[in-house]
């Protein structure tokens, strides 16, 4: 009597199988043989995943392509040293922040850019990046910070993208000086369009308030 191994399993089987395991044993049985590793390389067997990526020598991992579906990402440096309210020690410089956001754009899946200590949420501006690149990475996160990061234009956009139901953000975290130049009706559209809305500025105008009121009422 012939003996049948794993090996001679359907693909669609063993795709099947690969698709229940846990990260720990997904990680081990890419490493098996080479035909599991190819059968491994699906994106959808790896969205779980949380990639780091600490430096521009880390930006060969969003070219991956089973990372291609990832949700998660830990984005920069631990910056954490500061002089004249800039960060002195960071080592990330314009190209290669505008070079992460052209990489993003190629994530469809991404949700989320994970708020830890590091110098993406820190960075204090980002207003060297082209609107539409950045509004297109922004309105696709479930969470978003819109701080003095973020120039006029690149504010407007992305609640514009907000209150038109054009994006995804659920939490909104409004900071800076920028939001007093967005006129109150924008304001009050995109605010009372989330989820949840943390105001931590003291630059939200009389008028952006009243619009706000009168938009959730």
């Known amino acids: 009597m012939s003996q049948t191994s794993i090996l001679d399993l359907p693909v669609e089987m063993m795709s099947r199988i690969f698709h229940l395991l846990p990260p720990h044993d997904m990680k081990s049985v890419v490493m098996v043989c080479k035909s599991w590793s190819e ?3 699906d994106p959808k067997m790896w969205t779980w995943s949380l990639v780091a990526v600490n430096s521009r ?6 070219k991956i392509r089973r990372l291609q579906l990832v949700r998660e990402l830990d984005i920069g440096d631990k910056c954490s040293l500061y002089a ?3 960060i002195v020690d960071c080592k990330w410089t314009q190209h290669d922040w505008i070079e ?3 990489l993003l754009i190629g994530l469809p899946a991404l949700t989320k850019i994970r708020w830890s200590m590091s110098c993406f949420w820190d960075q204090l501006y980002f207003s060297f990046i082209e609107p539409s690149l950045l509004v297109n990475v922004f309105e696709r996160l479930e969470e978003v ?3 003095r990061k973020l120039s006029g234009e690149q504010s407007e956009q992305l609640l514009s993208a907000i209150a038109e139901n054009r994006s995804c953000v659920k ?3 409004v900071s800076g000086y920028c939001i007093s130049k967005i006129t109150p009706e924008l304001f ?3 605010v009372s369009n989330v989820e949840e809305v943390v105001l931590s500025t003291y630059n939200i105008t009389d008028e952006q308030f009243e619009a706000l009121f009168i938009a959730l009422t």
Not at 57 to 62: C, R
């Open 171 to 173: 939490k909104l975290i």
């Open 145 to 147: 910070c819109l701080g």
């Open 188 to 190: 009050a559209s995109a």
């Open 39 to 41: 059968l491994g390389e």
């Open 100 to 102: 992460l956001f052209e």
């Open 84 to 86: 004249m309210g800039q």
């Open 57 to 62: 020598e880390n930006f060969h991992k969003l």
